[in-house]
C-alpha cells in the first residue's frame, strides 16, 4: 500500500487545507463544504487535513472528524491525516503522548484518511533513547492504524524539533513509511541535509518550505505539502510543474511569484500565518469574510491584511 501510494503522490502538491472558524472559534461546516468543493476542484494531488494550517490538533474530536469527513466526501484525491497530542489532552508521560497520536492515527483510518503524517513529539528530543522512541512511535502508528505514515521534520516555533538525518533515514526505512515532509521555515543548511539524508531511501522527500519552496525543490524534493497552497494552489503547483518538466524560465517566473506571496503571509509572528493565508482565501473568494478567523493566532494589525491584498492584486495583474 505504501509504494503505490507514493507513485500516486509523487510531483504533486497538497495543500494543507484551513478550516474556517466563525469569530468566537466554532467550525462554519457550510463554509468548510463550500471551500472543500472549491480545493478539490484545483490541481492538487490530494489534501492535508489536521495540519498545522488547519489548526488540527486544537479541534475537538468531533470537530476532527466532521472536518476529514467533509473532505474524504469531497475529494477522490488521497486525503493524509495530522495526528499527534491534541492539544486539549495533557499527557503526563512520552508514552501517553504516544498513545494519543496511536489514537488520533487510528480515528483518521476509520474515517476514510489515505496515510496519516506523524508530529514529531518534541519531548522525545532530549531523552537518551529519544530516537529509538520516535522510530519506535511511526511503527506502532502505522501498525494500529493501518495506515502508511509520513515523518515530518518541523520546526521548533511550531511545536516541532529538528530530526537529524539519521533519524530520518531510520525513519525511511520502515517499510509503511512514505516520506518525510519537511518544515524547516527558515534553516537552509538543515534543509538540505534532511533531504540528503532522505533521498537514497527512495521514498517522498516532501517540501513544507513556504518560504524555501523553490530553493527546496533545486535541492532535492520531490513533492509538496504546504500550508501557501492553503489559498494559492495554482500559484504553488506552477512552480512544482515547471520545475518538473525541466521549463527554466517558466519556473524561475513561478517561483519569484510564489516566493513574493510568501514574503506577504510567512513572516514574523510566523503563527500569523494562518490568519493571513484565510485573508488570502477570502480574497479569492474560497471562503466567506465570516468563517475567516483564526481564534488560535496572534492578534494581527490591520496593515498586515492589506499586504495580503496588495500582493495578491498585484500577482493578478500579471497574469
Do not use: N
Not at 489532552?89 to 488520533?104: C, F, H, I, L, T
Not at 521514498?203 to 520531490?222: H, I, K, N, Q, Y
Request: charged letters at 20%.
Amino acid at each position: 500500500m505504501a509504494e503505490e501510494l507514493i507513485e500516486r503522490l509523487r510531483g504533486t502538491a497538497l495543500p494543507a487545507v484551513l478550516t474556517p472558524m466563525r469569530d468566537d472559534g466554532t467550525i462554519d461546516f457550510d463554509a468548510l463544504d463550500g471551500y472543500a468543493a472549491r480545493i478539490a476542484a484545483r490541481p492538487i494531488g490530494g489534501v492535508a487535513v489536521w495540519a498545522h494550517t488547519g489548526r488540527g490538533l486544537y479541534l475537538g474530536e468531533d470537530d476532527r472528524a466532521a472536518v476529514l469527513r467533509t473532505w474524504r466526501a469531497a475529494t477522490t484525491t488521497p486525503v493524509v491525516a495530522g495526528v499527534g497530542v491534541p492539544r486539549g489532552e495533557q499527557p503526563g508521560s512520552p508514552g501517553e503522548a504516544v498513545d494519543a497520536a496511536v489514537r488520533m492515527a487510528v480515528a483518521a483510518a476509520g474515517l476514510g484518511a489515505d496515510a496519516v503524517m506523524v508530529y514529531p513529539l518534541a519531548s522525545l528530543a532530549a531523552l537518551p533513547d529519544g530516537h529509538d522512541r520516535a522510530v519506535a512511535m511511526h511503527e506502532r502508528v502505522a501498525a494500529e492504524s493501518g495506515l502508511p505514515v509520513l515523518g515530518f521534520y518541523l520546526h521548533g516555533e511550531a511545536g516541532g524539533y529538528a530530526y537529524p538525518p539519521a533519524l530520518i533515514r531510520d525513519l525511511l526505512a520502515l517499510p509503511a513509511c512514505l516520506g518525510v515532509k519537511l518544515a524547516t521555515l527558515d534553516r537552509a543548511m538543515a534543509c538540505q541535509d534532511a533531504i540528503r539524508a532522505a533521498q537514497p531511501s527512495g521514498r517522498l522527500v516532501v517540501t513544507g518550505e513556504d518560504r524555501m519552496f523553490g530553493p527546496s525543490l533545486m535541492w532535492g524534493a520531490d513533492t509538496a505539502l504546504v500550508g501557501i497552497a492553503a489559498a494559492q494552489v495554482e500559484l504553488t503547483a506552477a512552480v512544482l510543474d515547471a520545475w518538473k518538466s525541466d521549463d527554466q524560465a517558466a519556473f524561475v517566473r513561478a517561483s519569484t511569484r510564489l516566493d513574493r506571496f510568501a514574503e506577504a503571509t510567512f513572516y514574523d509572528p510566523i503563527e500569523g500565518y494562518v490568519q493571513r493565508m484565510m485573508w488570502a482565501a477570502v480574497w479569492e473568494g474560497l471562503l466567506p469574510e465570516s468563517a475567516a478567523h483564526d481564534p488560535y493566532g496572534p492578534q494581527l494589525p490591520a496593515h498586515e491584511r492589506d499586504r495580503v491584498v496588495r500582493c495578491l492584486e498585484e500577482l493578478a495583474k500579471e497574469v
